[in-house]
């Protein structure tokens, strides 16, 4: 059964740090690039960090030198340690499959997100 879990999402002032932890069911976290999105207040979702099955890292220039995504393949989970936050990192975070998987995944019906963590940064 497919389940993607966020959490570690809070109000922190801007400067401050975070640290989010996703938990996939094995379906979809073993062997698959995965990826952290977001969703600001009124915006549409977007990539924020991706990581092959191998560790290898991508990050979206507004986070890059702030953000480290990471994980453990042994549990099945994903984690992105945030940085130097900025009211404009303000939005809920996500996870799921990197991009060019969840595209074939979603020609085979997978259109699955969880309820996503709320980061709310302060100024």
């Known amino acids: 059964q497919e389940q993607l879990v966020e959490s570690g999402g809070g109000l922190v002032q801007a400067g401050g740090s975070l640290r989010l932890s996703c938990v996939a069911s094995?379906?979809?976290?073993?062997?698959?690039?995965m990826a952290w999105y977001r969703q600001p207040p009124g915006e549409p979702r977007e990539l924020v960090a991706s990581i092959t099955s191998g560790g290898s890292t991508n990050y979206a220039d507004s986070v890059k030198g702030r953000f480290t995504i990471s994980r453990d393949n042994a549990k099945n989970t994903m984690y992105l340690q945030m940085n130097s936050l900025k009211p404009e990192d303000t939005a809920v975070y996500y996870c799921?499959?990197?991009?060019?998987?969840?595209?074939?995944?979603?020609?085979?019906?997978?259109?699955?997100w969880g309820q996503g963590t709320q980061v709310t940064v302060s100024s």
């Open positions: 094995g379906s979809i976290f073993t062997g698959n690039d």
């Open positions: 799921n499959l990197a991009p060019e998987i969840r595209g074939r995944w979603y020609v085979r019906g997978y259109n699955y």
